[in-house]
């Protein structure tokens, strides 16, 4: 097993991170040692790591704006990534999934769940500046809303991590094309796009921006 990134570590084409919470699983996933599986089918960060991320913006220590938390799937990933030095603040918006991140904020003391709507950044405003603001919503919108959680949380020299489901911005054009004109708005909006991940085939017709302030 070779570390790929800092607390992330990888045989052949499955991921693992350091269990922050020793012998617990989160979602079924299996321990290795003191390590859990990450499912790659599960995580579009999973996803774009065994694709060929080149920077991994999330560290040990860092803080973390995670926009579209769901059940906390990839989130408990984060969480083991950060290690208690570090904190993610989950923001979902379903009351039914939110449930599930309540649980995993029991067990993850660097985990603060936030029930709020991504649309409305001033519903979580409050939040302190992040190193790093991860989005992932489906949303025709969904890089205005990044880009207004961004320009309000993102510390300067920050990243920016956009998890882009080409069917949920624009249906009649190809993939790539969603993909480029996305990352053109960002560009637009003052980032610079360190990289472009097509996720395929782990999760169809999604592709990873990764972008600094």
């Known amino acids: 097993m070779k570390e790929v990134f800092p607390g992330i570590f990888r045989e052949g084409n499955k991921i693992?991170?350091?269990?922050?919470?020793?012998?617990?699983?989160?979602?079924?996933?299996?321990?290795?040692?003191?390590?859990?599986?990450?499912?790659?089918?599960?995580?579009?960060?999973?996803?774009a790591i065994l694709n060929g991320l080149k920077e991994m913006p999330i560290k040990e220590g860092s803080k973390i704006l995670y926009l579209g938390a769901s059940t906390g799937t990839t989130v408990s990933h984060v969480s083991?990534?950060?290690?208690?030095?570090?904190i993610v603040y989950a923001i979902e918006f379903a009351e039914?999934?939110?449930?599930?991140?309540?649980?995993?904020?029991?067990?993850?003391?660097?985990?603060?769940?936030?029930?709020a709507d991504a649309r409305k950044p001033e519903e979580y405003a409050?939040?302190?500046e992040c190193d790093a603001v991860y989005v992932d919503i489906a949303d025709p919108q969904e890089s205005e809303i990044a880009i207004r959680n961004a320009k309000e949380f993102l510390k300067e020299g920050g990243h920016l991590l956009v998890a882009i489901k080409s069917q949920s911005i624009d249906v009649?054009?190809?993939?790539?094309q969603v993909y480029k004109e996305e990352s053109e708005k960002l560009k637009k909006a003052g980032f610079f796009v360190i990289q472009?991940?097509?996720?395929?085939?782990?999760?169809?017709?999604?592709?990873?921006?990764?972008?600094r302030n």
Request: proline residues 4%; without cysteine; glycine residues 4%.
């Open 16 to 47: 693992y991170t350091e269990n922050l919470v020793s012998g617990i699983r989160v979602y079924g996933e299996k321990l290795v040692n003191d390590k859990r599986e990450w499912i790659v089918e599960r995580s579009k960060l999973a996803a």
């Open 80 to 86: 083991d990534i950060i290690k208690l030095e570090g």
């Open 96 to 115: 039914r999934v939110f449930r599930n991140l309540i649980d995993l904020t029991k067990q993850r003391k660097n985990i603060v769940a936030i029930m």
């Open 126 to 128: 409050w939040v302190e």
């Open 172 to 176: 009649t054009k190809p993939p790539a």
């Open 196 to 211: 472009l991940i097509d996720l395929e085939p782990y999760e169809q017709k999604h592709a990873m921006i990764i972008a």
